[in-house]
């Protein structure tokens, strides 16, 4: 199993990002993926979470509205779409996968998840 990020790098404020997490080893239909972050000195937090099995995506309570989770099985891919992002958004961006079954998001904490990208890194300038 293996997650690769791509899409992080330097922005604006107010400006927009895409993040994609390109999986392999196992298909998205099988497993539970999501996305969390960690920012300078703070824990690992859940954003968002999709479960493509059951058509279900979740989202953290104070991410819901900037922040869009998708998918395309045919590139076995998950993207995160940052919209109007802040200062406080700069983290290390982290795709995560939970292949228990049945693929069903939990409440998005970190010890959910079993495999990890190596994360990508958003950094928003004021």
């Known amino acids: 199993v293996q997650l690769v990020e791509s899409g992080g790098g330097l922005v604006q404020a107010g400006e927009s990002l895409r993040l994609s997490c390109k999986a392999s080893?196992?298909?998205?239909?099988?497993?539970?993926v999501g996305w969390l972050r960690q920012a300078p000195g703070k824990e690992r937090e859940g954003v968002s979470c999709?479960?493509?099995?059951?058509?279900?995506?979740d989202y953290a309570e104070s991410m819901e509205g900037r922040f869009t989770i998708s998918s395309d099985n045919a590139k076995n891919t998950v993207y995160l779409e940052i919209n109007s992002l802040k200062p406080e958004d700069t983290a290390v961006y982290y795709c995560?996968?939970?292949?228990?079954?049945?693929?069903?998001?939990?409440?998005?904490?970190?010890?959910?998840?079993?495999?990890w990208g190596q994360g990508t890194q958003v950094t928003v300038s004021s």
């Open positions: 080893g196992f298909t998205l239909a099988d497993g539970a």
């Open positions: 999709i479960s493509e099995r059951y058509g279900t995506k």
């Open positions: 995560a996968a939970d292949l228990r079954l049945p693929p069903i998001c939990g409440s998005g904490t970190a010890s959910e998840y079993d495999y």
